[in-house]
T-cell receptor, first 117, second 113 residues
């Protein structure tokens, strides 16, 4: 079974530029998550989708970050404009079951390392 | 807000030793708890998932326990190998009225040949 795919793997941009990340979850997984991991920290949830709908975006900086999941499969996360503090690894994860299910197990992609200069 | 603490932050052991990694969390109203490993520059690999009603789970040389009422989980690694060197993260699902995974900062393990 193929895992969670993400691209690009690395991205370097200057502050105030825009950037987009792409994620393809495991086939059949209805729930998709985007996390931000700053160096030395654990991942922090940015947004969670259930099929096409947003379940939780309480920690997404909505003035500069946006995300969408078209047709309940692939997802893109965009940052516009980027700031220096956005330098981090952006991880995508997916799960078969709903987030409130005791058997909800999340599987992560390799991540995109973003450097903002 | 759920908070997760992992102790120790770093651990170095000789090959073959058994070891225990500790995780504590502040809100016991969780659905489950996952243990992950993360290799440098890589994503997270799921190791074990313990449902809220379970006390422990085993996979090969790994054994994870959960004491939900006291907000604690441990990951036991038997007969450690250099390939076990990585950062280990625990993440309870839920707590504080959320459906989120909350991560600790992890324990960085080095197994010396």
């Amino acid at each position: 079974e193929a895992g969670v795919a993400q691209s690009p793997r690395y991205k370097i941009i200057e502050k105030r530029q825009s950037v987009a990340f792409w994620c393809n979850p495991i086939s059949g997984h209805a729930t998709l998550y985007w996390y931000q991991q700053i160096l030395g920290q654990g991942p922090k949830l940015l947004i969670q989708f259930q099929n096409n709908g947003v379940v939780d975006d309480s920690q997404l900086p909505k003035d500069r970050f946006s995300a969408e999941r078209l047709k309940g499969v692939d997802s893109t996360l965009k940052i516009q404009p980027a700031k220096l503090e956005d330098s981090a690894v952006y991880l995508c994860a997916s799960s078969l079951r709903l987030a409130g299910n005791v058997r909800n197990e999340q599987f992560f992609g390799p991540g995109t390392r973003l450097t903002v200069l | 807000k759920q908070e997760v603490t992992q102790i120790p932050a770093a651990l170095s052991v000789p090959e073959g030793e058994n070891l225990v990694l500790n995780c504590s969390f502040t809100d016991s109203a969780i659905y489950n708890l996952q243990w992950f490993r993360q290799d440098p520059g890589k994503g997270l690999t799921s190791l074990l998932l313990i449902q809220s009603s379970q006390r422990e789970q085993t996979s090969g040389r790994l054994n994870a326990s959960l004491d939900k009422s006291s907000g604690r989980s441990t990951l036991y690694i038997a007969a450690s190998q250099p390939g076990d060197s990585a950062t280990y993260l625990c993440a309870p699902l839920g707590g504080a009225g959320s459906y989120q995974l909350t991560f600790g900062k992890g324990t960085k393990l080095s197994v010396i040949p």
